[in-house]
């Protein structure tokens, strides 16, 4: 099953102030989620969004929707992205 790939507001600021050389291995391992969710993929519990996928230092927090679509709501590093928002 292929998936399409949306990012949100949030995500692309991520994204701009992430270094390019990383940034260019994140879009090299989105294209490989969009093939049968293929990577590190962890479903979270007690957690929004419900997915992680892991490269390297960073975390891409998304969720599937029913139509065949991966929304993904932050790219954030590490040791930031599980800590409770406000």
């Known amino acids: 099953m292929t998936y399409d790939i949306v990012l949100k507001p949030q995500a692309i600021k991520d994204l701009k ?3 390019k050389t990383d940034a260019k291995h994140i879009f090299n391992r989105l ?3 969009t093939v049968d969710l293929k990577g590190d993929v962890k ?3 007690n957690f ?3 997915y992680r996928l892991r490269i390297g230092n960073y975390r891409i ?3 599937i929707e029913s139509d065949n679509k991966i929304v993904v709501y932050r ?3 590490r040791k930031d992205a599980y800590k409770k928002r406000k």
């Open 43 to 45: 479903q979270l519990t």
């Open 17 to 19: 102030m992430i270094p």
């Open 31 to 33: 294209e490989i989620l």
């Open 48 to 50: 929004t969004p419900e």
């Open 75 to 77: 790219i954030i590093n």
């Open 61 to 63: 927090l998304f969720e």
